[in-house]
Nanobody, 115 residues
Framework: QVQLVESGGGLVQPGGSLRLSCAAS????????MSWYRQAPGKERELVARISSAVGRINYADFVKGRFTISRDNAKNTVYLQMNSLKPEDTAVYYCNAQRWNAYWGQGTQVTVSS
């Protein structure tokens, strides 16, 4: 049974930082591209950042470039999203995604940026 469990969300003030984690089980983690998506109320789910399986090629959405960093630890079966300089518009539920031939999703973790 595949499980992706996100953690690290919460309430933070504008300009603050959070680090999200996604622990995977039930898959050969190193074979999967891992991504973070987010979905704000009333909006479609959108890609935030992606890190490939083998060579760790990384892509970011334009709206997070220079602020967010995605990384993975294959020994811990975990992918991370370091979020700095957070803005109110970053408020959303953040989802972890594992992609190879199938796609798997976590349950999401709420990030709220507000003063």
């Amino acid at each position: 049974q595949v499980q992706l469990v996100e953690s690290g969300g919460g309430l933070v003030q504008p300009g603050g930082s959070l680090r999200l984690s996604c622990a995977a089980s039930g898959i050969t983690f190193s074979n999967y591209a891992m991504s973070w998506y987010r979905q704000a109320p009333g909006k479609e789910r959108e890609l935030v950042a992606r890190i490939s399986s083998a060579v760790g090629r990384i892509n970011y959405a334009d709206f997070v470039k220079g602020r967010f960093t995605i990384s993975r630890d294959n020994a811990k079966n975990t992918v991370y999203l370091q979020m700095n300089s957070l803005k109110p518009e970053d408020t959303a539920v953040y989802y972890c995604n594992a992609q190879r031939w199938n796609a798997y999703w976590g349950q999401g973790t709420q990030v709220t940026v507000s003063s």
